[in-house]
């Protein structure tokens, strides 16, 4: 790490696509902070900000509410002047400033725009990445998730080369491998060991260069491994490639979208993850994450999905005479049947 660098706050990048386990991380780094003053950002891809809010409630002591900013309803690489810039330099001038800043990127982020934006004049000399640390989805990984069919793509370029026949989604993944400078492979505990064998080779073969991959369950990596990399990662943009160098101002996250379905009180927790499950296999959903109110349950039901695999658990209570509206966010890639998924959730599972 340079001299300069010392004395600028460092700030540590988590990327990674849909569902990879985020947000359970930053909980983590938290949970362990030991009374360090660590601001957050989080950056939601849809309006609704589910994050933040599960963040703000994590009952971590010292973990203040006012520490963690949420930028809704946009990605960071597209709105570095509007929201990104002047929210990095509200934590600076704050009384008492983070000893260390973690923003968690939206899962279709663009993790290379991002970097450049700490080279801007009004915080290049205050601020510097401390490493970006990619957080992969094993089991999507071991799915083929983000695979390519090269036979089926030759043949449709072969029938129609003006056709962009690009995967977005292996694009955004291979994007956010590409600026890691360490590779958290996260929820390896739900595939055997020959599995993981194979999914660890293939994320080392799609690794630009070589860093550091470790292996985690439930996000629970150790701190001192997350932070504290030194790797000025802003200064260091030449050895993290993107499919997206030579192009001005067009984002792979063009190719998703986004909405949020209102569910009503929902008759029981199994009948609600099994209706998800078939809404998300049904109309291919990339992701779904929420809150709804179980009827006769005092705690509001929290649900995160990725594909059809769903976690759910009760994290708050109700307050009395709360709305048994629940409200869930929707993402998957451009044309998602929305008025049929709408449709589908306004049942009671």
């Not at 950002?41 to 520490?67: A, H, K, P, Q, T």
Request: aromatic share 4%; glycine share 8%.
């Amino acid at each position: 790490m340079s001299a300069a660098a010392l004395t600028r706050v460092p700030v540590t990048i988590i990327t990674g696509f849909l569902g990879a386990g985020k947000t359970t991380l930053l909980r983590h780094i938290l949970h362990k902070a030991q009374g360090h003053r660590i601001a957050v950002v989080v950056n939601e891809f849809g309006s609704l900000g589910i994050d933040g809010e599960i963040l703000r409630g994590c009952g971590i002591e010292g973990c203040r509410d006012d520490d963690i900013v949420e930028l809704t309803n946009g990605c960071l690489c597209c709105t570095v002047a509007d929201d990104f810039l002047p929210t990095m330099e509200a934590l600076l001038d704050r009384a008492d400033p983070p000893e260390h800043v973690v923003i968690e990127t939206s899962g279709l982020a663009l993790p290379k725009p991002l970097l450049k934006a700490f080279g801007w004049p009004t915080v290049r000399n205050r601020m510097t990445v401390d490493g970006v640390i990619t957080v992969v989805d094993a089991p999507a990984i071991a799915t083929g998730r983000f695979a390519d069919d090269p036979e089926a793509v030759a043949q449709q370029r072969a029938a129609d080369p003006s056709l962009d026949h690009d995967n977005p989604l292996a694009e955004v993944f291979e994007d956010q491998l590409n600026a890691a400078d360490l590779i958290v492979l996260n929820k390896t505990d739900l595939l055997s060991p020959q599995e993981l064998e194979r999914v660890e080779a293939e994320v080392r073969r799609l690794a630009p260069r070589p860093v550091r991959l470790i292996c985690a369950t439930e996000g629970k990596v150790d701190p001192a491994v997350l932070l504290g990399i030194g790797a000025e990662a802003e200064a260091d943009l030449a050895a993290r490639p993107s499919h997206h160098d030579a192009e001005d101002g067009e984002h792979e996250h063009d190719d998703f979208e986004s909405f949020v379905a209102t569910v009503p009180e929902q008759t029981s927790v199994e009948g609600f993850l099994t209706l998800l499950q078939d809404v998300a296999a049904k109309y291919d959903v990339l992701r779904m994450k929420g809150f709804a109110s179980v009827a006769g349950k005092p705690m509001r039901l929290a649900v995160q999905g990725v594909g059809t695999r769903f976690r759910h658990e009760f994290d708050r209570p109700l307050t009395a005479g709360a709305e048994c509206t629940g409200r869930i966010v929707v993402i998957g890639e451009k044309g998602l049947a929305e008025s049929a998924i709408r449709a589908a959730l306004s049942t009671a599972g």
